[in-house]
């Protein structure tokens, strides 16, 4: 009985600090969000986080190692230890934001320096988790000898538990805040619910702790080993301690070169990251749990600890080759699995076991040298104090493995080095260790062959190809493992936070680069060629504003690229300076190969490039700036969200001038409706005015301004400005109608957009709504189409609404395929010349033989003849051919392309023909005319008296309903479009662009 009291209470402590590390890797993972939010960068606040949440524990584990022996039940000071860790995450979210925000609007701004702002930030980083990182470095040491004191029998196996019970919580902690908790209750919530299980925990280790104990048997001669301790117990002390705090920077080391390298092959997303970090911490707990049972049977420990270090140095080497092949395996999931929400979550479970594969074998060696380092000191009578002192030294270790990972080595030996070189230190401590028992011929064969393993082990690793092609491949959204034959790496670089190759296809002609297999950006080096659709949006972005604005003379850029934003910025002579924020230094130096097609953005006196986060840099600036555009990577990439956060868009009003104006380019590929719903909400909330344009097929650039209204565009005001015409007359972009028929929406219309696609909460910095989904959209090939679809959708809405109107009829569409507005003009205009008998037109001769202008010619050709009477299939055909021909002309043509087509139409003259049908063209004309008050009555009268034949009303009540709902927002009766919805809703089914334009007038109407 006494027995089975003894193992329950051994248990239910063991499943206490199961519970204990499920909160501290909750706090891990929510404190790198949070730091990220104050650094700037996801991977600098990895990399700090794990440095102060190591540096912390280890403060915490000497101080019980020099205070532990005093208290006299050490189960009760661990449960107030927790209490105490609860009480900080309960006040945590209101501390952040009182310290960031003091620092942002008082302490930054009056220093002078950079380097002395990276001090701040860095400092304040450090102070916001440092007091509760220490209390939890106490946790383990305290626990671990207070169980000792109650169940000395068995020093070693509860050593090996606990570092399996508290690793075990920690991936399940680190699993479920980025899966279960930042998307239920954001990062407020996850801090308040991981303080609720301190609570649990703090009671639970109270209840259990029992009496005091005021010996500490670990100091019991039954544990101290029969060889004379004399002499030699400060050397196997500093060896231990060297040892563990070795181990310590060589396992972080490989969690960081890890997560780099894993980020190329899956992509660089929370979900992933939270992953791997469970993969990593999952193998250091079954590592210990493999100890368990023999740490208190092993003869001698250290001899364990020198193979374990072989093992795990030689196991980070094999890794290179399990990740050689991620690449294909990875591409293997994208090709075959379904875009859906299930198909994701396969995605997730493919990736960790990837991570699994790659990360677990080392990380299951590397737990079991904590316990086997800790029984070694135990056994030679080092007493209670070694178990923090063992803790303290190997997180002392990971410390210095972090920032020499991240600062030294990974930016000057690159990722596979980094972790050769990681291996290699981890197998010579084994081998030290191995080599100080070498006492017989056995033994000596035994080092012999630990020795013959590493070296084999290192060479598999050194010869293990490091191919760009595929690590720049981006196979996690191509589904493709390695670039094509027609491509060819010319630069590749690891930096401190990301890896960037410069690819070029094979006849030179356009350069792009990458960010972890990302691209950024493209651009044409020839003279000649068609330029790739990123350059219209990186030129647009800087000859936007750069027309809106009077007299623009700071500009701020956050997001370097390929540079080309800055360099046509810097062709305007009235600008002064140009700021260019960038995180990445790699970034910069690899974009240099884009040569004269950005070297202004290098050479010109008046540009200044930054290595820094934007925040903070703004912050420390005391000038206002004139135009500030924002070109961040895509949403889904970990970090970059909070570019496009409702806190963002509240501090970029501050560091504008009075008349300046604020440029964000959203990328609508990879991501849905709600989502850029959610980003509209955060900034249509900070600023009075915005307009958006569409730069080619996929990109938006959102002008907004926080006084007054957005200026109209005025190309005179670039037109004389030498370098920046010819950049935009390279793109067809010469002139201010060409720019105004790129414009999408105005103010109103982004509102509506954002109240129709409210199914998201606002993207905020404490509720990282993209970081969480834009994942999942980008896995599932989504794109925002409502928003693409605008300048091409069938409806006049558009131009009714006075955002744009159709393509003067003095342009020509641009060749360059860039804008598919441009295509459908072309089209529509081809078309228009059939219907007129002008089939010799340049528009009709232009386009592809009888394939873009039939519906043209099919609408002339189901035309009856008139002198017989219409019969109701001949009725059905004309009607679907008009349908089909309204559609790709009637928003495309503006009123002097309508003539002979739907004003006056030539292709159909006949007395005789059907009411119904007369009626319909008068709409039809009445639409053509842009004739509003027209638009209304026809249309109204159309829908009050709707056709007999059942085609012809299934194929223009939606049209009917699209001109009377656009006439009567034109004349700004809100009320009656709402209205039109209750009268006509139920009794018109509309699909496509005219479904999308009554949900978002709608929207729109309930301003």
Known sequence: MIILQKNTIRLSLLFVFVLSGFAGLIYQSIWTHYLGLFLGHAAYAQALVLAIFMG???????????????????????????????????????????????????????????????????????????????????????????????????????????????????????????????????????????????????????LLAGKDQTKAPVSNASLISKADQNGRKSRLIRSVLWG??????????????????????????????????ASFIG??????????????????????????QVFMGSAALISLIVYGNSFEWVGWLIQSLARTDEGYALFNIGTAVIAIAIMLPAAFFAGTTLPLFTVALLRDGAGEGAIGKVYAANTIGSIAGVFIAIHLLIPIVGLKLTLCIAALVDIAVGLLFLRAF???????????LAAALSVFFLVIGLRVPFDAMRLASG???????????????????????????????????????????????????????????????????????????????????????????????????RIQKVDTIEIEKVMVDGAKLFGKRVERAYSDPRSTIV?????????????????????????????????????????????????????????????????????????????????????NGSDLLIIATPKGKVPPVDFSKIQDGGHLFTELQTLNIASSDQIAFRRVADARMLRGFARLYDQLRTNSDFYPVLGLNAPRTRFKHQNADHLLELPHQPTLMLEMLGVRAAMPSKLEPSNLNHFPAELVTKRARAIGAILRGEEENHQVAGLQPGRSTAPGLLLKSAVPYCGKPWTKQQIYVLASRMREVVDLTMAFLAPEHMKGVWIAPQWIDCASM???????????????????????????????????????????????????????????????????EDQYGTKVKSTGGYQRQRWLLNAMAFE
Do not use: C
């Open 438 to 448: 070498v006492s017989d011929r056995r033994s000596l064969r035994g080092f012999g």
């Open 244 to 277: 563990t705090a070795i181990s310590g920077a060589a396992s972080f080391t490989y969690e960081i070169v890890w997560i780099r390298m894993l980020s190329m092959a899956v992509g660089s997303t929370m979900h992933a990251f939270e992953l791997m970090l």
């Open 283 to 308: 193998g250091i707990a079954f590592g210990g749990l493999w100890v368990r049972k023999r740490a208190d049977t092993v003869d001698q420990p250290l001899k364990l600890v020198g193979w374990m």
């Open 475 to 573: 196979v996690f959204r191509s589904g493709n493992s390695q670039l094509t034959n027609e491509d060819n790496i010319v630069f590749y670089r690891d930096g401190k936070t990301a890896s960037v190759a410069v690819i070029a296809n094979r006849d030179a002609k356009t350069l792009r680069i990458a960010t972890n297999g990302k691209v950024d950006a493209a651009v044409l080096m020839s003279d000649h060629g068609i330029p790739p659709h990123d350059e219209p949006t990186m030129v647009m972005a800087a000859a936007l504003p750069l027309a809106i604005v009077d007299q623009p003379k700071n500009v701020g850029v956050i997001g370097f690229g390929s540079g080309l934003t800055s360099h046509t910025l810097l062709g305007d002579t």
């Open 611 to 695: 290595i820094d986060d934007a925040k903070a840099f703004f912050s420390g600036q005391k000038t206002k700036y004139d135009i500030i555009i924002s070109e961040p990577s895509n949403p889904w990439i970990s970090g970059v969200g909070a570019l496009f956060s409702e806190e963002f868009y509240k501090f970029i009003p501050r560091h504008l001038s009075d008349n300046g104006v604020f440029v964000q380019w959203v990328q609508l590929y990879e991501i849905n409706e709600s989502l850029v719903g959610s980003i509209l909400r955060g900034l249509t909330s900070s600023f009075s005015d915005y307009q958006a344009w569409l730069s």
């Open 56 to 206: 912390g524990m280890a403060l915490g584990a000497v101080s019980v190692a020099r205070m532990g022996l005093q208290w006299r039940n050490l189960i009760k000071v661990y449960a107030a230890i927790e209490l105490v860790i609860g009480v900080f995450g309960l006040v945590f979210h209101w501390i952040f934001n009182t310290i960031a925000a003091f620092s942002y609007d008082v302490i930054i701004p009056l220093l002078g320096s950079s380097l002395s702002i990276d001090l701040l930030r860095w400092s304040v980083a450090a102070a916001l988790i440092l007091p509760q990182t220490v209390l939890l470095g106490m946790t383990f040491p305290l626990m671990s000898a207070g169980l000792i004191r109650k169940f000395p029998e068995g020093a070693g196996g509860l050593l090996g538990g606990l570092y399996f019970a508290n690793s075990i919580g920690a991936a399940a902690g680190a699993l479920i805040a980025v899966f279960a908790l930042v998307p239920w209750v954001g990062l407020p919530g996850a801090m308040i619910f991981a303080s609720a299980f301190n609570f649990l925990v703090a009671i639970l280790a109270w």
């Open 914 to 980: 059907p009411d119904e049908i007369k009626r319909t063209l008068k709409l039809l004309e009445a639409m053509a005319s842009r004739d509003t008050r027209k638009m209304e009555t026809t249309a109204r009268e159309w829908l009050d008296n709707r056709p007999h034949n059942a085609v012809l009303d299934e194929e223009f009540a939606p049209v009917a309903y699209s001109a009377m709902s656009l006439a009567l927002a034109q004349q700004e009766k809100w009320e009656d479009v709402a209205a039109m």
